[in-house]
């Protein structure tokens, strides 16, 4: 079975906000919560990069090792999703993620904010697919229409990736090759400003 990923090529991310705007269509997700944001790195200096944040469905995802009520499950798709009856809005998968997934859908005082809400790499949630429980909990369910996340299809310039794993390793690969940057693509180097003595 594939397991699905999302990558950002940052060199070819250009901040037009396409994902973040096709997500909260498609799923009618409440003013205040975006389950995909843009973040720019080094804003307006040499070197800016723009990257597509979202929840990155984790392989050993911290939200859910810190979930008291266990409301996180990963699907054979390796999607990591969230069960809002079982949510009690504690908190700990917002503090726990390094993404900043989890949000919670109001602002308010603690007990007020609801349940946690986050990217379901458009496959729903636990209730029956393709159903209208389904849908006004967690939104569309891509996934079972045999379609990628949204988010992903409107990225005009394909700095956005989602799908198999291992086939967006492929993709991105070739796109290093191309570009020439051989192994220093994401090394020590590029990540650190060093040389490594070998």
């Known amino acids: 079975m594939a397991r699905m990923k999302f990558l950002c090529d940052a060199d070819r991310c250009i901040e037009c906000n396409a994902c973040v705007t096709a997500c909260k269509n498609e799923h009618e997700v409440p003013w205040g919560i975006n389950r995909r944001r843009v973040v720019t790195i080094n804003d307006g200096l040499p070197g800016e990069r723009s990257v597509s944040m979202a929840c990155m469905h984790c392989t050993d995802a911290p939200c859910a090792s810190v979930c008291p009520v266990s409301c996180f499950y990963t699907t054979d798709d390796g999607v990591v999703l969230h069960s809002k009856d079982t949510c009690i809005g504690c908190g700990y998968c917002f503090y726990a993620c390094p993404f900043g997934a989890p949000q919670y859908p109001r602002v308010g005082n603690f007990g007020t904010r609801g349940k946690m809400d986050k990217c379901t790499y458009c496959s ?71 040389t490594v003595a070998v």
């Open 124 to 194: 729903g949630g636990p209730e029956a697919d393709m159903t209208e429980a389904e849908y006004v909990r967690y939104g569309t369910n891509r996934l079972a229409e045999g379609k990628l996340p949204l988010c992903a299809e409107m990225c005009s310039t394909k700095a956005l990736l989602a799908g198999d794993g291992d086939i967006i390793a492929d993709i991105y690969r070739e796109r290093v090759v191309t570009r020439g940057y051989g192994s220093g693509a994401w090394g020590w180097r590029t990540a650190y400003g060093e």
